[in-house]
């Protein structure tokens, strides 16, 4: 085939501000002992890098969707693409939408490499570049010109700690006021969402819940600010919230949400009940790990990300009179305040006395053990849930909930409890006669939230009333938390 035809084909030179040589035309270039390579990031319709190799008077290309690997553990896939021609190397800008590959495209790294090995099937090179270098290997994995990988062959560079595939949420200690030695603490607003850790590669998102559950296609609205981090590789925990027609943080709105995983119905409820992702921790950062620094230093760092855009944010954090903060959560009708150590480094996984959360509402997690029918509108339909919360001896009755239900969580309720249905109690304690009288059992497997009064002497959560659903946590981990 004509050299660079390929190329030429799929540009129109009147259309596009990349290079597009003519026919016949060859750049020509003084004989130099190393080729050039050059590794452009480009934002078409799919986010990827493009790495170009100096060969025989043209830029060999392969488009690999999540950059250049860095640990040789992870191999990285490489589509081959058409040749290029020499000039390609310095382009940077933005090729119109709807012409090929519409999209910006900026130089990642440039520089020059060593050829080891170039035969139909593998590449070997070793690159000097300013951003990367080291030993290469990209290697045909199908019968198709387009199936390449990509492999790093020496050691990840010095210092560099692999992404770790989960890392849990630090969790915080429940107290009734906030710490008197403010100086220790920094302040931040406690909101009513859901707990998310997100690990962006490549431009693309993971969102993992408190259960370690893989939660990404539910909040496609993480998409875009993965794709504006490019070619970082970070960690960040954060919640998940969604808001109320008053522009708070609703736990209530955000149900519509946590249970969709179909990526249509996903797509239309994004638009009915946006949700937005505030990042508050840093936890990892292009192969460093951020664990062992102190809150301040994680801190600073997160804010030099600037994440800020339509449906992701860096809520602020505040210092100075622990009082007066959670007296302004109070104002705005916030969840509480989390009091968080200046000096703490993050414990994955822990419950730690580093953060302590004060509310202005109280609320429990519980497991649900049965429900009772309804009267009148709601006869033989669930009238209130019986409720438990996992003790000594196993689940520990703590009360019955019948308000705070909207028709559709109802509805809900009862496709999801029908099938757990049993014929005996799941609790471990005695119920009062008159809440087991008529009562339907289910496995105790649906985690749910109310907001309460008070615990009774005997154990029991007095005045709750349902908040929703907590498909983020499991049965075990439920606990008494005051
Ligand atoms: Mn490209």
């Not at 994995?141 to 010095?158: K, L, N």
Request: aromatic share 8%; hydrophobic share 35%.
């Amino acid at each position: 085939m004509p050299e660079l035809l390929t190329y030429r084909n799929k540009r129109d030179p009147a259309r596009t501000p990349e290079p597009v040589p003519g026919a016949g035309k060859r750049t020509t270039k003084r004989k130099s002992k190393r080729d050039t390579f050059v590794v452009q990031e480009h934002h078409a319709t799919a986010l990827h890098w493009d790495f170009r190799l100096e060969r025989d008077g043209v830029l060999v290309s392969w488009a690999v969707p999540k950059g250049l690997p860095l640990d040789p553990d992870v191999n990285h896939l490489a589509v081959h693409t058409e040749d290029h021609p020499l000039e390609y190397a310095a382009f940077e800008g933005e090729i119109p939408k709807g012409e090929y590959g519409g999209g910006a495209v900026t130089i990642w790294d440039h520089g020059t490499y060593e050829c080891e090995k170039w035969s139909e099937r593998e590449v070997k090179v070793v690159l000097h570049g300013e951003r990367v270098t080291g030993r290469y290997v990209l290697f045909k994995t199908g019968s198709r010109d387009r199936d390449w990988m990509m492999h790093r062959m020496d050691p990840p560079p010095a210092d560099y700690t692999p992404m770790p595939s989960l890392i849990r949420p630090m969790l915080a200690v429940l107290r009734e006021e906030v710490p008197r030695d403010d100086d220790k603490f920094a302040y931040e607003f406690k909101w009513d969402g859901v707990r998310a850790i997100v690990y962006v590669d490549g431009g693309r998102p993971r969102v993992l819940s408190r259960n370690d559950r893989d939660v990404t296609v539910s909040y496609p609205e993480l998409r875009a600010m993965a794709e504006s981090l490019g070619s970082r590789q970070l960690v960040l925990d954060g919640e998940i919230v969604a808001m109320d027609e008053r522009g708070r943080p609703s736990f209530e709105a955000l149900q519509a949400r946590m249970h969709v995983t179909n990526a249509a119905q996903v797509r239309r409820l994004a638009t009915q009940v946006p949700a937005t992702f505030l990042a508050f921790d840093v936890l990892h950062l292009d192969g460093r790990s951020l664990l062992d620094e102190p809150y301040t230093e994680r801190r600073r760092i997160l804010e030099s990300l600037n994440l800020s855009g339509p449906s992701w944010q860096t809520p602020p954090h505040f210092e100075g009179s622990g009082e007066a903060i959670l007296a302004a959560s109070k104002e705005q009708g916030l969840e509480g305040v989390l009091a968080k150590r200046l000096d703490s480094r993050y414990h994955a996984g822990k419950r730690s006395d580093c953060w302590l959360k004060v509310k202005n509402l109280r609320t429990q997690e519980v497991v649900i053990g049965g429900w009772k029918p309804g009267e009148g509108r709601r006869k033989g339909a669930i009238g209130s849930l019986l409720l438990g919360v996992p003790g000594t001896d196993g689940l520990d009755y703590v009360g019955h909930v019948g308000t705070g239900f909207t028709d559709a969580m109802l509805r809900e309720l009862e496709s999801m409890l029908s099938p757990l249905e049993r014929t005996e109690p799941p609790f471990a304690t005695a119920i009062p006669r008159p809440h087991a009288k008529d009562a339907h059992w289910v496995e105790p497997q649906i985690v749910g939230e109310v907001a309460f009064g008070e615990w009774t002497k005997a154990g029991i959560l007095r005045h709750p009333a349902w908040r929703g659903l907590r498909p983020d946590k499991d049965p075990a981990e439920v606990t008494r938390e005051s």
